[in-house]
């Protein structure tokens, strides 16, 4: 009996490590080496988006209103399903106290109303962070809906540098949202035993990472995009080179002429003077 009491207090632990190994593992890739996840290179891709955005914002406001809605409808989903969920946890634990020797019978651990107690917690918080994670992602998501669209921002490097961090910070909390949902999973097998809970969280580890890290050819193929959305704009500069030097050059010009017509009007006037002198 008290073997059995004793797995909670080494198997839980230990599945909760690996998965918090896995995500420090994550992080560490994701600022050294951001292209090989799938965050770092989505987050590049918002910020190209954003550049593409911003460069018309009147011609391409509506699309931009439209795509970042698509995601505040998305987090509005997940913020309503973890406050749902945060509901009927309150629920279910308030109304299953009679139920407590049924349901000893299908855990295999530690049965003690503190350990349950711990557990139901455990699942509630989780999904009150995802809650207040996706409420901040549509907060982000509103704020950039309105700076997208504002006309006074085309060419202005610093204000499409602004609204594209201020896209990927939606993102992020959309991410963290989206990790607590997952985490959910090994926290409620866990009411079911730590041995459940354990396997959970290496099975959830193995998926996480064939979906957080990006293979070669998805590297290759966004990088040339990159490079190619480069060129573009290099191309567009240089096209324009020569309307910006024609304009440049009429300016000169036009200064050139304004400074040096007093020293022009002096010199016909003293010509006028010497020349009526001789006659």
């Not at 139901?120 to 996706?134: K, T, W």
């Not at 324009?240 to 036009?254: A, D, G």
């Amino acid at each position: 009996m008290m073997q059995e009491e004793a797995l909670d207090y080494v198997l839980v632990p230990v599945g909760l490590g690996v998965m918090g190994v896995y995500h420090c593992w994550l992080l560490y890739t994701i600022l050294r080496y951001p292209r090989r996840t799938v965050i770092g290179i989505n987050a590049e891709s918002r910020h190209q988006w954003v550049h593409a955005m911003m460069t018309d914002p009147m011609k391409n406001g509506v699309l931009a209103v439209q795509t970042i809605r698509n995601n505040i409808m998305a987090s509005t989903l997940l913020a309503t399903t973890a406050i749902t969920l945060c509901s009927l946890i309150g629920v279910f634990v308030s109304s299953s106290s009679n139920s407590g020797n049924t349901a000893s019978r299908l855990i295999y651990g530690n049965n003690s109303s503190t350990v349950s107690s711990v557990k139901y917690f455990s699942i509630l918080l989780c999904f009150l962070v995802a809650f207040v994670c996706n409420v901040q992602s549509i907060r982000y998501y509103a704020h950039v809906s309105f700076l997208a669209t504002v006309p006074t921002s085309k060419g202005n490097k610093d204000s499409i540098e602004y609204v594209a961090r201020n896209l990927n910070r939606g993102s992020l909390f959309w991410s963290l949202g989206l990790r607590a949902f997952y985490l959910s999973f090994p926290l409620f097998l866990w009411i079911f035993g730590p041995i459940p809970m354990l396997v959970c969280c290496c099975i959830m580890t193995f998926v996480l990472y064939f979906l957080d890290t990006t293979s070669s050819f998805t590297r290759q193929l966004h990088t040339q995009s990159f490079r190619e959305q480069t060129d573009a704009n290099d191309n567009v500069a240089l096209m324009n080179l020569p309307k910006c030097l024609t304009q440049l050059s009429i300016n000169n010009i036009r200064g050139l002429i304004t400074r040096l017509r007093p020293w022009f009007n002096s010199y016909r006037l003293v010509r006028t003077k010497w020349q009526q002198s001789f006659r």
